[in-house]
C-alpha cells in the first residue's frame, strides 16, 4: 500500500531533551515536507526536500533540524524541544510537478512540558 | 498578501443535503488546485483535484468547480452522509523560490446533522 509512514503517533517529552520524528514513504517521491499544524493557525511547513541531500526552510523553521539521506526517509529532529513546539506534526510526500498533490502521514501529536 | 481563503469556518448540512464548501485565493497565475479532507486525529487526505484550464471536475459524489474570473473554487458534495464529517482545506500548488509549496486555507469544518 502506497503511504507515509510516521512514528511515533504520540510523543510528551520534556524541554531540552533531543528527539527525533521518522517519516517514510514508499512512493518513490523526490519532495517530502514536514508541517506542524496548530488550531487557528492551519497547515504551517516547517521544511522541505525536493531529493536526497537537498533540503530547505519553510516558513516556521525555528528549533528544527531535518535530514534526506536516502529518498525514503525524511526524519525531524528537534534538539532542544520547548513548550511552543508542541504541536500535531504531518510529513508529506509529492512528486516533483504541479501537477501532483500531497500524500500526507497520519500524524506525530507532540507535546514538549 | 497571497493566500488561500475560506468563506465560511462552520457549515452545517442536514444529512441526505448537498454541502458546498467554498474557498477564494488570491494568485491569479495559479494553475493547480486540491481539496483535502481532514478527520479527527487523521492526516489530510485528497479528495480531488482541478487543474487552472478546466472549470469543473467530478468525483464519487464531488465536484470542484473553479471560476477564474473571481478566483473563487468550491467542493460540493452530494447526499452529504455523516462520514463527511471533517474538516475541508482548499490548497493551491505552486513553485516559490523552487519550493514546490502548498498554500493552505484555514479550513471549513463540515457537521452533518441527522
Known amino acids: 500500500e502506497a503511504q507515509v509512514t510516521q512514528n511515533p503517533r504520540y510523543l510528551i517529552t520534556v524541554t531540552g531533551k533531543k528527539l527525533t520524528v521518522t517519516c517514510s514513504q514508499n512512493m518513490n517521491h523526490e519532495y517530502m515536507s514536514w508541517y506542524r499544524q496548530d488550531p487557528g493557525l492551519g497547515l504551517r511547513q516547517i521544511y522541505y526536500?525536493?531529493?536526497?541531500?537537498?533540503?530547505d526552510k519553510g516558513d516556521v523553521p525555528e528549533g528544527y533540524k531535518v535530514s534526506r539521506k536516502e529518498k525514503r526517509n525524511f526524519p525531524l529532529i528537534l534538539e532542544s524541544p520547548s513548550p511552543n513546539q508542541t504541536s500535531l506534526y504531518f510529513c508529506?510526500?509529492?512528486?516533483?510537478?504541479?501537477?501532483?498533490?500531497?500524500?500526507f502521514g497520519s500524524g506525530t501529536r507532540l507535546t514538549v512540558v | 498578501g497571497e493566500s488561500v481563503g475560506l468563506h465560511l469556518p462552520t457549515l452545517s448540512v442536514q444529512e441526505g443535503d448537498n454541502s458546498i464548501i467554498n474557498c477564494a485565493y488570491s494568485n491569479s497565475a495559479s494553475d493547480y488546485f486540491i481539496w483535502y479532507k481532514q478527520e479527527s486525529g487523521k492526516g489530510p487526505q485528497f479528495i480531488i483535484d482541478i487543474r487552472s484550464n478546466m472549470d469543473k471536475r467530478q468525483g464519487q459524489r464531488v465536484t470542484v468547480l473553479l471560476n477564474k474570473t473571481v478566483k473563487h473554487l468550491s467542493l460540493q458534495i452530494a447526499a452529504t452522509q455523516p462520514g463527511d464529517s471533517a474538516v475541508y482545506f482548499c490548497a493551491e500548488k505552486r513553485v516559490m523560490d523552487s519550493n514546490y509549496q502548498l498554500i493552505w486555507g484555514a479550513g471549513t469544518k463540515l457537521i452533518i446533522k441527522p
Open positions: 508529506a510526500s509529492s512528486f516533483i510537478s504541479t501537477n501532483y498533490g500531497y500524500t
Open positions: 526536500s525536493m531529493n536526497v541531500e537537498v533540503t
